[in-house]
């Protein structure tokens, strides 16, 4: 089973609409939490943090559930510059490993 | 502040080579991860240096190795090129005990 899974999409929306992207994880004692983003051949920028009470940054909202092991994200009021790939990612904290998603994929259309 | 950087940005290798790519850590970053990413996945981890050692590895063959200099910068060398060793590389520094970790370009490498 792989440590982190995501939905690949994609996801087509049109501008304005609100997106939602869910990503599970194996590893029950995991600790920290990041959503990045990566447009097409470009390094990984991280987006935000997801902690435990949850967190917000403008249109973006993150979520921890650590009894279904599972972090989201929510995109609000979609641009057309969101347009990109969303990684998962999830530090266990034990062999310092971080373990990503393969990315789900968003196009917001005009 | 300086970010992430790396060098060379593409590479063409034939397969049985050795290679070296360089990542100079962001400024105020000690710790350095390395990570492969093959086309449509997501990163792959590799190894992480600390204090010029070590600091975990995932599941990749001693083929793949690595330093740290005292700068915190770091090399990722890979012996005995294989075709499946094309792929994005890339560099990752943070600082120790915040998880939080910032991505270099990348050197694309390819394999013939």
């Known amino acids: 089973r792989k440590e982190v899974e995501q939905d690949p999409g994609p996801f087509n929306v049109p501008e304005g609409a609100t997106v939602a992207f869910n990503c599970t994880y194996s590893?029950?004692?995991?600790?920290?939490f990041f959503w990045y983003r990566q447009d097409c051949r470009k390094e990984p920028k991280l987006l935000m943090s997801?902690?435990?009470s949850g967190n917000e940054d403008g249109r973006f909202t993150a979520q921890l559930n650590r009894a279904s092991q599972y972090i989201s994200l929510l995109i609000r009021d979609s641009k057309l510059s969101d347009s990109a790939t969303y990684l998962c990612?999830?530090?266990?904290?034990?062999?310092?490993?971080?373990?990503f998603g393969t990315g789900t994929s968003l196009t917001v259309i005009p | 502040e300086t970010g992430v950087t790396q060098s060379p940005t593409h590479l063409i290798k034939t397969r049985g080579q050795q290679v070296t790519l360089r990542c100079s850590s962001q400024?105020?970053?000690?710790?350095v991860s390395w990570y492969q990413q093959a086309l449509g996945q997501g990163p792959q981890f590799i190894f992480q240096?600390?204090?010029?050692?070590?600091?975990g590895r995932g599941n990749f063959p001693p083929r793949f190795s690595g330093l740290q200099f005292p700068n915190y910068s770091s090399e990722l060398n890979v012996n005995a090129l294989e075709l499946d060793d094309s792929a994005l590389y890339l560099c990752?520094?943070?600082?120790?005990?915040?998880?939080?970790?910032?991505f270099g370009p990348g050197t694309r490498l390819t394999v013939t």
């Open positions: 400024s105020g970053h000690n710790t």
């Open positions: 990752a520094s943070s600082y120790r005990g915040n998880y939080e970790q910032y």
């Open positions: 997801v902690y435990s």
């Open positions: 240096y600390y204090r010029e050692e070590e600091n």
């Open positions: 990612v999830v530090n266990p904290h034990t062999g310092n490993q971080f373990y």
């Open positions: 590893n029950s004692a995991s600790q920290s």
